[in-house]
């Protein structure tokens, strides 16, 4: 699958069109996009944008052919899960769990051939790359073009479910759980992915608790897949928001992380508030706690 600038292609979108339909290709509507043509399994999509998507086998060939040349350095390659054989498949992420203030926040996202070219082109990347700007743009393409599952956590559930699980990639695995079977009752799939945090059984444990048959991967660096960098977009948005909430609310700044600067503001906290109130806005199985 590529992607390049109509520019790259030194064409006019009307003798791309031309050309394309001199080689039989079929024309259809494509939604944020000017058209959409398909023949012998390559579909070529023209947005508003000027970009050019192709996908199918032989596709890189394909633009190479209106090139005449290499692709130029405008031009580039859709992420590995572009070029995977699923038609659709719920990629699932967290935020929040290295944050002593917040919520654990865990999001899944379903891709499939109707919403791929789309995400593709909308600069998605793992919200670890992108500034908290960035994914707040982009976080409303992702829920306006996507079925999705936003799972929050906040502090005191968090608290009181960790004592619960007693591990933290058991609570992972529960919200992972819970993200993709609120998008499989929405839409079925037979495929998910996600971060490799555990042991996958802990995920398929708790799907099989209540029905739920899927094949489930977890993979070192899965953020390269775009369900799972679109998940972690939406989980990090969520984030965010709820995190400058609750700095609102109370009235003091709650950072991100676990740094010293946090250590000093959840002093401040327990002077204002108290040690029990910290609950509230705080995962208390930090180390940070002992030091306060």
């Not at 508003?48 to 405008?74: I, R, Y």
């Not at 802990?202 to 993979?219: D, S």
Request: charge should be positive.
């Amino acid at each position: 699958m590529k992607a390049v600038s109509l520019a790259s292609l030194n064409i006019s979108e009307q003798n791309l069109k031309a050309d394309l339909e001199k080689k039989g290709f079929n024309f259809e509507p494509a939604e944020h996009a000017l058209w959409r043509a398909r023949k012998d399994g390559v579909t070529i999509t023209l947005y508003k944008s000027g970009k050019v998507l192709a996908q199918g086998k032989g596709s890189e060939e394909f633009l190479n052919s209106f090139c005449h040349s290499e692709l130029d350095p405008e031009s580039h390659e859709i992420p590995a899960q572009g070029r995977n054989d699923k038609t659709s498949w719920i990629g699932t992420d967290e935020s929040g769990k290295g944050d002593y203030f917040g919520p654990l926040v865990v999001a899944g996202v379903l891709v499939n051939e109707k919403n791929l070219s789309e995400l593709s082109l909308s600069g998605i990347q793992d919200s670890k790359k992108m500034s908290d700007s960035a994914i707040q743009k982009i976080a409303p393409k992702i829920r306006q073009n996507c079925d999705f599952s936003i799972v929050t956590i906040n502090p005191a559930k968090y608290n009181e479910l960790y004592k619960k699980f007693k591990n933290l990639n058991n609570l992972l695995a529960w919200g992972h759980a819970r993200a993709i079977e609120n998008i499989l009752e929405k839409t079925p799939c037979e495929y998910a992915l996600s971060d490799k945090f555990g042991n996958e059984a802990l995920i398929k444990n708790a799907l099989l608790k209540n029905g739920r048959n899927i094949t489930l991967e977890q993979r070192p660096k899965a953020e390269d897949d775009i369900a799972v960098a679109a998940a972690s977009v939406l989980a990090r948005d969520e984030f965010i928001r709820r995190l400058k909430k609750f700095s609102s609310e109370y009235g003091i700044n709650l950072p991100k992380g676990a740094s010293e600067e946090v250590l000093k503001q959840a002093r401040l906290f327990v002077g204002k508030y108290s040690v029990e109130q910290l609950g509230n806005v705080a995962k208390l199985h930090f180390k940070t706690t002992q030091k306060i």
